[in-house]
């Protein structure tokens, strides 16, 4: 019922006129007459506004969403804090439906945002710069593991396996296109050890990808690898949750040459998946080989500062199959939504609510260990604000009990390789969780465990 | 001059918005080496002044709500605000989207619809939502065809056709996707030179990727006959659909032979761009590629939809995390739903009306390339101007002060000062109108005072930035703010 | 946990010594010791964003509001269709903060729409020109009484009974106070009498006010009531809903004087009574007797077409105590909202919603008088989207029954006076309602009456 | 030029929004004679074409999120947007006005907890929430004296003294509440002149009304005698609470003797007030009053609120429809919530930091009000200017173009030339020293080059429409949209 052509049925007349044609299906003139005008019989027909709104929201309404449902789940997707302040503002019309800045002069606002962005994600990664974007978290990795084979054309990646192991798949998809080897390092104890890295290290090593926190939650020391991978001529790559970097130390400061990260975290609804936000963040002598995306600050004609894209020698648009990447759209859109979601923090609400994460994941932490049955499974190593605990039942039973009773559980680790496990499940509390949250998710699992007998399967 | 950035209004203490509240202990067994030694250099301000800061950038930036948007092949039509309603609703907006299924049947049920919507609509028997954007949509196709031959032991398969004509980012992604690209040249009337690539087709050939319509506004004639050559040499065909405007409801590219396509629902279906982004990059394919769409999958059985992510399926895997960008893909929906199949085909049909109603009133302005009626979208060349000095892009600055966003300059590349002008449906005749006016005005202009045109922007707030200087010894990020690579050890 | 000041305590530091005090509480000095800084221990802690958030929405979980309850009941607020586009626009910064435009330099943009919006008015009401706007519709209509008692200091006011006697209650508030009088003209199937009218014509008579349609949904006649009226120097006043100009005739068609209505069905939520729009249209001759502020079109010092706000001699900044009015504040905001949802409609669309309330009214009207023991209250007269049925039931307790099944019935008009009565309904159907939800209210009657024995009472 | 009207670009025949379709018959009943001959001149347009007008035409008006706004007396402070989040949610947004109270529950706490909230506020012992903003609220506190005074048989008592220097509402309020207005001459000093208020008190005194501060910023000096004096008299005080800013949560007007006050929650509570309303004039009393309360009443009872509406009462009747502008109020809530004990003296003690340190910083730029210290805002004079030709509206012009709205001009009206400015506690003291340069620099300018601010403001789309011309033969509508009055019979 809506198609938003605004001719009326003489402005299409007198157009049709000037053209030179009777009908508007005149003009599918150059298309194959066998095929044009097919059949949409299998189409429905249009909605009003009003019936659509009422369609989706039943579908909405069949979601187990934040809100009517407590989230403690994360691995990888966070139910953080977003000021009211941040909708109105990233949906101004003058952001939301512009295109990509070509056109700096009518574009200065835009372009000076992103700059900002890159400004802001520069400092909070610790390195030197920042692209304005990829799509998600999981790309943004793969892109960077290309920077690294290009840079020496070597093919051995190896990974951590604290880094996400749906991630390492995306990288896996990205890398093997190009002929490059994914090679995983264990996790002893939550923790990756420097003597396995260079263990594996040879002449065919591109890169090293570390996690900050790890996909299981857990906190490591990296002292040391920086040194080996660059004696070695490879590089080191993080990836980082964003929130987790209010406090922990910068990827910067381990010494990465790339760091990477799922901007989610930082004011972006979960919305089943996106779209999310990919943080590429690089050293300086990287700054000519990463793909994407980059605003830089530079001087008007009359010599007002201005802001322009620039470097787009590297870009696809340029460069073609030598383009540093195919990128082209990216999330700007998010990007404005991550830096004005962290203007409003500023460092401290930042931090506090970081703190409140830590804080919360170690309440909750306490309160299901108390139920009889649930047990830790590393008792020593430090954590931000996810931790694995072993359940007195299968988890993925578990989590759709709990999920009927109104919670989303901590992620089921069944499937999962070790540290994962039948009855393991991956638990978050952000600092969005309330006493009372995890005081009635407590409850819940006792009831659930005290109905269904809390059988180890 | 252009507003202070946010750290240079910063004042350190100010406090904007405070999250859920922490007290006590803030020692959480972290030892200090793994911790930040200090925090970010975050900009300090008040609520108010953050507020102030974008809202008064935002009015330094045209979007489709403020500017007709002429830019070729970017499709830059209303983005309807019943679509973001749509995708702001809390049951899906604050969806975790690694929920069990059983918490997601109704946005498994949205993204299982839209998938059948765009089957339907693409003339494909398969469709993955996964990708985040339409060059993410070309690389997914690449590394489907790349595993189609792989799974039929043709490993030698490796070398991927692209006009010259074609979008930047098909080369790239088939570079991307590991394959070896060899590029087409056009004929002098910018169609695909049949002869051309038949000579070029081999059983090293594995896609052919052509961009329909042509990104010179133009069907391409003899698409029928490319199409039986490259599957007579073994290969596939790959539309991308970029332009798929111009197919909307009267043509599936399916019917037309292409194996795989992809199209981008910010262009296509009116999901907002963003400034550059989110985009989102569907992809259909005929049924002999099915197999290998990327994970997860959504899948229909008994009327219900669920989604598979197979660990032994031979698919090429995943290609980001999640299940795509459902909140862009809801806006999608919302557009297919509202349009229906009585709006769809009026989509394409008005987006044809408009394109060729502005290259009439263009008519003798500045050349143009193909004689008769054009697609979604039209190429003009400036080349006669260069004689005053006066570029496709300058003529663009002129649009600018007339109030208009500008065309797409300097491409396709085959045409010697391209503008690439693309109305879309959304604009009245009363804009077109305007625009040929403006259009013409400036042209005119060009020629009798050039140097009115290359003084051009007047009316904005800066004017040709130097573009040289920026890329010279770049300055990405605001230079008061310390460089937080510190590498300490 | 926010107050919304900027100021760092170096900040606080500086302006204190610049000022020449030591603390902030010095600045109290002018004020009297004995009550500075008194207790405020009844007052809660500040609330964060979020607790803020979640303590509201609790609240608002606990109101039967649209959305999940069908509505069905009007009587001066009501359920329309409101494009998507509307809030978006409304709730723009520039708008929604703004001040009253007394630079127009500066508010240009708000004073082109305030100025359309009084097109759009003066146009659906026919009437020659429109204010700005004043509170609600009952205040439109007391101001406007008021009008008619300064015109000749006449202070009989005669006012139809088919007006909302709620807002006839708050005429009654405004008017007695400058010592005027209400008369009630009764209501005969629905009807004013032209002759009931004329008969209370006297020397003293300052106006006579109708309704467009009545209260109970009535549309009436009111040929002859003009010439009636001013030949006895009294003028005509319509008080009629904006959304059934669409299709009704108009105020200035019958030969109003001035015409009032409450916006609210213009695009405006319901939001629990307010805030709505008072609309008020005059014809010429009472242009500077109106109250509230006008905007006009006049020219800059460089011939350029601009609109300020005018007449401003007959407003209380300048006239004070005998200024036509003392409003100050009016609902420019809701103005602006009932503008673009107008304008998004267009007139197609516009009588396309009121006559799918039209149409709905008459579904909802059979449905419900095929349930044995409902019955019509006048069978003849023509009526728009709301109409008076006789239930089985006391109509509060049914309305209370409906209410907890989902359903917000008719107004029950128990306590209202004739055509008013303890088992009767006011029942509205707007073109929101689906044939379903119609379908459902139906058996949802049927099930409480069966289930309480549709006792009469 | 201006953008033309929605009229001027409206296209007879095109759409925007289609509502829930009708289709069928329309004939209803209804008698041709009672029906509209033709449909209302809506412009006719396209739902981009609505966006774009209003996206551009915001563009062209200033609000505290774009600029500061120091306009005096109005409190131009942050509108959290919170506020709106809270007053958007469906279960109030959607919720009828006549909704069985067994059904708004959640509204009628919200209310009841903000008028328990705004008694302890105000020191008041009953609060009502009904008028629809501050004006309002003056008629109803003059209707609430006026009524008291009749239940005391006390009908005589009908005048109602005013300040010269108070707010113009104070006076047309108290005579549309049919009372006669009698006003007290200002001492020089701007204060109230207690010995001729004194004077002026007699049996017929019905109530004085004082705003608090006073409009000059001033807090009156004998406000304890003034308040003794009137009630020995036997009439009431009430205070306009306007400037109610300046005692949030340090002092109650309750403390100080008033017997009525009204705040304005788009002033003291952060309402937005969105280009000139809505507002909302909650207004307390003391107990003796509150029986003449507007109708209806919330009421709680073991810790439940409902409303009663009692027919029989004492009360005023009600002064507009239904419970209250609910929408503003809950943002009204949201504010005293968000502040809470710690935050509210917080905003007066700030609201006194910026106004007095603005003062000081202006002080010997033009001659001020008050030697001491002020309020919450302090009053200029601009007289020592006109000896160039240059007025305070003149200023006002070169403060728009250097990037700011005007401070409130020609008012207090005791004041000649006057410049009323009110900081608020939100801005910045890099705001404040912005502003204060700049207010420098222009008066300066105005001694030196006069003829330059009085071609100001050269920066905005128009510069000083004439307002003569306006209101000579005003044009209050579209000249292109017929008149529909056609007065048939």
Known sequence: MADFIPHTPSETREMLKEI???RLEDLLAPYPKDHVLPDLSDIPSGLTESSLIRRMQEMASRNKAGGSVPIFRGAGAYDHFIPQAVSPLVSRGEFLTAYTPYQPEVSQGLLQVIFEYQTTMANLYGMDLSNASVYDGATALAEACLVAHR??????????????????KVVKTYVEGVGCSLNPIPLVSGKTRLQDVIAHLDDQTACFVGAIPTFWGTVEDFSGFADALHQNGSLLIFHANPHSLAVLRTPGSWGADLATGEGQPLGIPLSGGGPYLGILTAARPFMRKIPGRLVGKTLDREGRTAYVLTLQAREQHIRREKANSNICSNETLLSIQALVTLSLLGPEGFREAALGSMKNARKLRSRLLSIPGVSAVWEETPFFHEFILEMPMESRELSRLVLSEGFLSGLPLAGYPSPGGKNRMLWCATEMRTEEEIENLGRTIEKVLARHGGRKS | DMHPTLWEISRPGARGVFPP?????????????????????????????????????SHLSRGVDTHFIPLGSCT???????????????????????????????????????SDLLKSLLGMDAVTLAPAAGAHGELTGILIARKYFESRGETSRKVILVPDSAHGTNPASASMGGMVVRSITSKPSGHIDTAALEKALSSETAMVMITAPSTLGLFEEELSEVVRLVHKAGALVYMDGANMNAFLGVLKPGDLGFDIVHINTHKTLATPHGGGGPGSGPVGVKSHLAPFLPTPVIVKMNHVYSFANPEDSSSIGPVRSFLGSTGVLLRALSYVLLLGREGLPRVALYALLNANYLKKKLDGVLPGEGPGLCAHEFVLSAKPLAAFGVHAGDLAKGLLDAGYYAPTIHFPLIVPEALMIEPTECESKSMLDAFAEDFSRIVEKAALHPSEILSAPLRTPVSRPDEVLAARDPVLKDPTVSSGNLRKD
Chains 1, 3 share one sequence.
Not at chain 1, 151 to 168: N, T, Y
Not at chain 2, 83 to 110: C, N, W, Y
């Open chain 1, 20 to 22: 030179g044609v009777d």
């Open chain 1, 151 to 168: 840079q020496e054309g070597r093919s051995k990646i190896l990974i951590s396996e604290g880094v996400d192991p749906d991630i390492a």
């Open chain 2, 21 to 57: 509240s922490v007290s006590g202990s803030t020692d959480f067994g972290v030892p200090e080496v793994s911790m930040r030694d200090s925090p970010p250099c975050l900009p300090e301000l008040s609520e108010l002044e953050v507020v102030r800061h974008f809202t008064n950038l």
């Open chain 2, 76 to 114: 830059m039509k209303y983005n309807p605000k019943v679509s973001d309603k749509v995708a702001s609703l809390p049951g899906f907006s604050d969806l975790h989207p690694r929920t069990d299924p059983e918490g997601m049947e109704g946005l498994l049920e949205a993204m299982g619809t839209l």
